[in-house]
């Protein structure tokens, strides 16, 4: 019998566990946990689901439910243990009603996931976890002779006649309320903290407002090979950005979590626009040394068909660049993104090294620094949606409410 109770109790502290990695990620949906994720590059269905509209009940993450539940699972289990005897039976029939109807919850949550389009495999492991612990809860159950018994001592326990069933219960109710307490609250720090720099709601109100005050421009946009995103999707979003800068950096992070919330039905479409007088004729002074050579490498992981690998390699490491950019660089960057694509044994890495190399990717280049000084672009990023110009790196919350605004129409 021993063997179901560590069993279970491995199976509740691993749900624990990885409802724990979900809450995080809910909150730090910008951060990449590597291994411990559920995909890589700007493919992550996890945030997809996080950030989805029934991630939440009452304000609360579904997660800081998972978390609470597995864990009263674990704490249940292990009192159970160190009680022995008579509390053996009890802990385990009362566990028994709430894993079933964590399943039927589950089972809710899965359609819901269907619903959105994406495979959280974080949150399928929790469902699997939790189905295996209603099984070796029923096979504990059925090897119990006299379930009548059972159900005879779990009613005790509800309805103590003595004073230390009595000092038990309430132990266990008080128990279960500074669980919730302790978990929902650190829940709650998570939120006010991660909502500390946002801005009120009247000032995202405001810049929407401005926004769509903009007469849209009647812009065609040149072909560009360097995409991110679905091609067949509705809403385009053109970007002129240099991929050294800061600013575009920090619209990195901006991009992996649009791209995770909006997969199938955004495409992020780029253009160079080094700020490296270099190769680019309208800058007096480099702001980015080596930005020239950065937007080559983009070209020629385009050419090579790994730009989509490449682009997040090379700015998961911009903090290398800090200390200057080079052919180092570029090399540490493509044999990762080759790994990522599955092109590591294929002519993919001759085909960006010749496209580094040959003049087209500098007429690419200057075409593109061409066109966008047609259009009057002055810094990076700069960014069309509908026609509208964004300067710089807007808040999260703006960028939300007018790719959701766009996708309704």
Not at 178 to 199: C, E, Q, R, W, Y
Request: aromatic residues 14%; neutral net charge.
């Amino acid at each position: 019998m021993r063997k179901y109770f560590n069993i279970i109790l491995l199976l509740s502290f691993a749900g624990a566990i990885i409802s724990g990695i979900l809450l995080y990620q809910h909150f730090y949906p910008d951060l990449d946990l590597g291994f411990i994720s559920c995909g890589s590059g700007f493919n992550n269905p996890c945030i997809a689901v996080g950030q989805s509209p029934y991630a939440s009940i009452l304000g609360i993450p579904l997660a800081a439910f998972g978390i609470f539940y597995f864990t009263l699972i674990t704490f249940l289990i292990l009192i159970a243990d160190y009680a022995e005897d008579y509390y053996y039976h009890i802990f385990m029939g009362i566990t028994f009603p709430i894993v079933a109807a964590a399943n039927i919850a589950d089972i809710v949550l899965g359609i819901l996931m269907i619903k959105i389009g994406e495979m959280c495999t974080l949150c399928v492991s929790t469902y699997i976890l939790n189905i295996l612990i209603l099984l070796f809860l029923f096979l504990y159950l059925k090897k119990i002779s006299d379930i009548g018994k059972l159900f005879e001592i779990i009613k005790g326990f509800i309805r103590p006649e003595t004073p230390d069933r009595k000092a038990v219960l309430s132990l266990f109710i008080v128990f279960v309320f500074f669980l919730a307490f302790s978990i929902f609250s650190g829940s709650n720090i998570l939120k006010v903290k991660t909502s500390g720099d946002k801005p009120p709601q009247k000032q995202i109100d405001k810049l929407v407002k401005g926004f769509y005050s903009q007469k849209p421009e009647a812009l065609s946009f040149p072909e560009s090979g360097m995409k991110i995103g679905n091609p067949e999707a509705k809403l385009k979003i053109y970007a002129f950005t240099d991929f050294l800068c800061s600013a575009c950096y920090k619209f990195y992070l901006l991009e992996k979590y649009i791209l995770a919330k909006y997969k199938n039905r955004i495409e992020i479409i780029y253009y160079h626009y080094p700020l490296d007088s270099s190769c680019n004729s309208y800058m007096f002074d480099t702001v980015y040394p080596g930005s020239c050579l950065a937007s080559g490498s983009m070209y020629a992981a385009y050419r090579a068909g790994i730009f989509s690998e490449y682009f997040y390699i090379h700015f998961t490491q911009h903090s290398k660049h800090k200390d200057g950019f080079n052919s180092k660089n570029i090399n540490e960057a493509l044999e990762q993104a080759l790994i990522e694509s599955g092109k590591k044994d294929n002519n993919a890495r001759d085909i960006f090294n010749e496209s580094l190399k040959s003049d087209k990717a500098g007429e690419q280049i200057k075409s593109d620094i061409e066109f966008a000084e047609k259009i009057k672009i002055e810094a990076t990023p700069t960014v069309y949606i509908a026609g509208r110009k964004i300067v710089g790196v807007p808040p999260k919350e703006f960028i939300d409410a007018i790719i959701t605004t766009e996708l309704s129409k």
